[in-house]
Each structure stands twice: as C-alpha cells, then as structure tokens.
C-alpha cells in the first residue's frame, strides 16, 4: 500500500514472503511453528529453576536462552499469524520495531558467545585463577556488555536501514523484516 504526501510516494506497509499458497499448507506450517514455539519457550525456565546450573557458565547459556527466545519471539508470531490469517502484510512500524529486535537480540547472541568463549578460555587456561577473573560481578558486567552492544548495533542498523528512501516497492522476499530484503 502506497501512501500520497506532497508530490513524494512513502511506504505505509510491507507485503512478506508467504511460506505456501494453499490454505492447508499455510495452515499447516501454523501448528507446526506453534510446536515449535511453544517447545523452544520450555528452555529457558528449565535453566533458571534447577539451582545446580547456577555457575558462570549457566548464568551466560541462561541469558544466551532469553536471546534465542527473543528473537523467536520477533519474527515467528508474526509469520504464524499471517499463515492463519492468510495475509502477508506487515507494517512500516511493525517491521521497523522487527527489524530492531531481531538485530538487537542476535547481535547480543554474538557478542554473548564471544563472553562464553572467553568463559571456557579462562576455565581451561586458567583454572586457578577462574574463581577471580569470572566472579558474579564480572559475568553480569560481561553479559550487560554483550546486551548493550547489541542495543547499540541495532540502533545504529535500524536507523540507517529506514532513513534510506524506499523506492523500489513494498515487497519483501522472507517471511520477517530484515535488513538486507529491505535495502533491496
């Protein structure tokens, strides 16, 4: 859909890939992703409830499970709904706010599995010393670190993604809003 302001054309909505064309397909992938969904949601409190897991490691797989459920979160609701629904369409707010969770949460992902490399770096490296190198302290610093990055990045793609002028149509190639489908 096409929006006329002031001799200048601006897009109000986006058209995403559909997963099928016939309503059983869609229909289909529907419950499927919903078992999956549901299925990868049962993770992360399984981590935070068994107070055996509460080590260095398990504190970065714990925040590193929030990031998978979030982005999850971002993109897969959104194309279930539209399978049940059969549509396509997304808004430019809506898939402006997508584009910023989806960068945000697994730019984090990366910068938190850089953390963990670090973890097991300093584990077996140095074992003597994990105990003061990787205290409570320093692990929550490093995964807010790794949280604010992601923040920071996907602020900065977002916003340089959509201050770009649209000229090219409101179609979108995959099923979620994601940068390089919208430069397109």
Excluded at 144 to 167: E, K, M, Q, R, Y
């Amino acid at each position: 859909q096409w929006k006329q302001m002031s001799n200048s054309s601006s897009i109000t909505e986006f058209l995403l890939l559909a997963f099928a064309d016939t309503r059983e397909l869609q229909l289909l992938h529907f419950w499927l992703f919903l078992g999956i969904y549901l299925a990868a949601l049962h993770i992360t409190p399984a981590i935070a409830c068994n107070p055996r897991l509460h080590t260095p490691m398990y504190f970065f797989l714990l925040n590193l499970s929030f990031l998978d459920m979030g982005s999850i979160s971002t993109t897969v609701p959104k194309a279930m709904a539209n399978s049940l629904r059969d549509t396509r369409n997304i808004s430019y707010q809506g898939c402006m706010a997508q584009l910023f969770f989806y960068v945000f949460l697994i730019s984090a992902e990366y910068y938190l599995l850089t953390v963990m490399a670090y973890d097991r770096y300093v584990a077996i490296c140095k074992p003597l010393h994990y105990g003061t190198l990787l205290g409570s302290r320093a692990c929550v610093h490093m995964a807010a670190g790794a949280w604010a990055s992601g923040f920071l990045n996907s602020l900065l793609h977002t916003a340089n993604t959509f201050s770009l002028p649209l000229c090219q149509g409101n179609a979108v190639d995959q099923f979620f809003c994601e940068i390089p489908q919208i430069l397109k």
